[in-house]
């Protein structure tokens, strides 16, 4: 007889109870009874569908949720516990009615009206670990929310938990903090409350708008931005939000005062670029998003001769209104002067236009543009630097009919671009990167890294690819934060090899289940890359889940023929083994 295939569904499960109910029922049964309907039609109930979650069951004095969004049942969350906190104000501490809560994110297994698995067992584990009135959430949670909501989160340390073989990493949310924030927004709205604004002046620039009336110029006013984004982030006295992060609300309608609550940034530069017969005009514009108040406005004409110079006079101009202590000269100093073959320079934005998402087609596509970039112009280094990053990105995903070759080629370009780089830091962190993948001694490449954000402290690539390397040499929980960092920087950028990243430091860890839900978000944020896949495949293997693991590799072998890698660039022999013999493992349960 076959087997009847289960139904299974990454989610957010939300456990709740009332605090004391047995006493609470033993000095008024009804009056108890009837204030808890109450509370979940007024309060609970409203909130969960608001937050697009749905009511598993009820459990006498509490229930259970599920939310397809993680965001979502932490926004509920805390919107429940703030709405009870002002609810029967006239009774005593001993009479209110108080839920505690637990959130975990897992794989759960799903029947009409009710879902199973240890991820449900976890979740309400947590919340016998909350205070009455409080919310505790698995590391699961706390790694996908990190500081996207704005919250914090106070680590308890490992718990052990009934009926739980290992211990469960716990996190508080302190709500008492949040006594005075304002109500939570629904669910696809700006995050609410806000990140906390950083210690010093902090600046989004949004993707300014292409009026050259070619569509197929929107990568030079992308490429400008990305320029401007990089000499501000060379002055260490500003916090600059990354690129990927702001281009989010490229096309958008714009409300200064929401972008920055969303960014955590005072500063809002908006502009825009107009290319016609070798001339460029660019018109800035620096808003205070706290009041919406315009501060400084300007325009910049000349030649595509004198492109450089303009990027420079206005992150100049911005940094003067800014922050006037800083010199001109720093910023003159640490502006970019990238080539002064403007034909390469366009092969170069045009190349970095076709990086996302990241899947064989596009890396080609880059690579043959960034090498005719290099064949005009042989000494450009973030040409050479991309380029060697692209041959890595070939090599990784098992998309090269001569690994050996790419490889070479990778190397090459890589040493090349570090010749010529100087202090650039996009050029040392990504030639870093490349020579740390192909084999060179991850210790110096960890050191370029270090030096990338030591000249740029705001770099949130840097940051991701330190943590990268730290995982590659063996320092998973060093990895993981080094690369939430770089989640900081650029808070709405492209997370999912981010949080692929994390997955695997999880998993080397031996961490699994946080692993496989780091993981799953991670393939659905970045569908074409095998990485995920590959960790995730490993994962499900070793955690003896081998109908998972099947599927999982049967889809990645519509992205990848190479489902197990010729190599990996583990330094730790043990990580090394444990990600091959997972995967392995998975790849048997596939044939």
């Not at 919250?151 to 709500?175: C, H, S, W």
């Not at 500003?238 to 690129?243: G, T």
Request: a negative charge; charged letters at 25%.
């Amino acid at each position: 007889m076959a087997k009847e295939r289960v139904e299974r569904h990454l989610a957010a499960i939300l456990a709740a109870d009332v605090a004391g109910y047995s006493q609470l029922m033993g000095a008024d049964e009804e009056g108890t009874h009837e204030r808890l309907k109450a509370h979940l039609g007024e309060l609970v109930n409203p909130n969960i569908g608001k937050h697009r979650g749905r009511i598993v069951k009820n459990t006498g004095d509490g229930f259970l949720a599920e939310f397809g969004s993680v965001i979502d049942a932490v926004r509920c969350a805390v919107e429940v516990q703030r709405g009870m906190a002002n609810r029967e104000p006239e009774a005593s501490n001993e009479q209110r009615i108080r839920f505690r809560i637990g959130i975990n994110l897992s794989d759960v297994i799903a029947e009409q009206n009710d879902i199973f698995g240890d991820g449900v067992n976890v979740a309400a584990r947590l919340e016998t670990l909350a205070e009455p009135g409080g919310i505790c959430v698995s590391r699961a949670v706390r790694d996908q929310v990190r500081d996207r909501l704005g919250y914090t989160f106070e680590d308890m340390g490992e718990q052990q938990v009934k009926n739980i073989a290992r211990p469960v990493r716990a996190y508080r949310i302190p709500l008492e903090m949040e006594a005075n924030a304002p109500p939570i927004e629904a669910a696809g709205s700006a995050p609410n409350p806000p990140p906390p604004f950083p210690d010093k002046p902090s600046i989004a620039v949004l993707p300014f708008a292409n009026l050259s009336g070619d569509p197929e110029q929107e990568y030079f006013a992308d490429g400008m931005v990305e320029e401007i984004i990089t000499a501000l982030s060379r002055i260490r006295s500003l916090f600059v939000i990354a690129r990927n992060s702001t281009f989010t609300y490229k096309g958008q309608a714009i409300d200064v005062k929401q972008v920055g609550r969303e960014q955590g940034v005072r500063y809002l530069l908006e502009g825009s670029v107009r290319k016609w017969s070798g001339r460029v005009r660019i018109t800035a514009q620096l808003s205070d998003a706290t009041s919406g108040t315009n501060l400084w406005a300007d325009r910049f004409d000349g030649s595509l001769e004198d492109i450089f110079d303009l990027q420079d006079k206005v992150a100049l101009s911005v940094a003067g209104v800014i922050e006037p202590t800083v010199q001109a000269a720093e910023t003159a100093r640490a502006a970019t002067r990238r080539t002064s073959d403007l034909t390469a320079y366009d092969l170069y934005l045009r190349g970095l236009s076709h990086l996302y998402p990241r899947e064989k087609e596009g890396i080609v596509a880059a690579l043959e543009l960034l090498e005719q970039a290099i064949e005009r112009q042989p000494r450009y280094g973030p040409a050479l630097a991309l380029g060697a990053m692209c041959h890595e990105d070939l090599l990784g995903g098992g998309w090269t009919d001569d690994p050996a070759a790419t490889r070479r080629r990778g190397l090459d370009l890589a040493r090349r671009a570090l010749r010529v780089g100087g202090d650039d830091p996009t050029i040392l962190a990504n030639s870093a990167a490349a020579l740390a993948y192909f084999g060179e001694d991850i210790d110096a490449m960890m050191a370029l890294v270090d030096r990338a954000l030591t000249l740029n402290p705001s770099f949130a690539r840097g940051w991701h690819i330190s943590g990268v390397l730290r995982l590659w040499a063996g320092q998973p929980d060093l990895a993981i934060e080094h690369i939430e960092r770089s989640l900081r920087f650029s808070p709405r950028g492209r997370i999912g090899m981010s949080l692929a990243m994390i997955g695997a430091a999880h998993f080397v860890s031996r961490r699994f289940n946080e692993a496989v839900a780091s993981l799953l978000v991670a393939r659905q944020e970045d569908p074409s890359h095998p990485f995920p896949y590959r960790v995730l495949a490993s994962c499900y293997a070793l955690l003896g889940m081998f109908d998972k693991a099947r599927e999982t590799v049967e889809h990645l072998r519509t992205i990848t023929p190479a489902v197990v890698p010729s190599f990996t660039p583990y330094r730790n022999s043990e990580h090394r083994e444990l990600f091959l013999s997972g995967l392995r493992l998975a790849a048997g349960a596939a044939t």
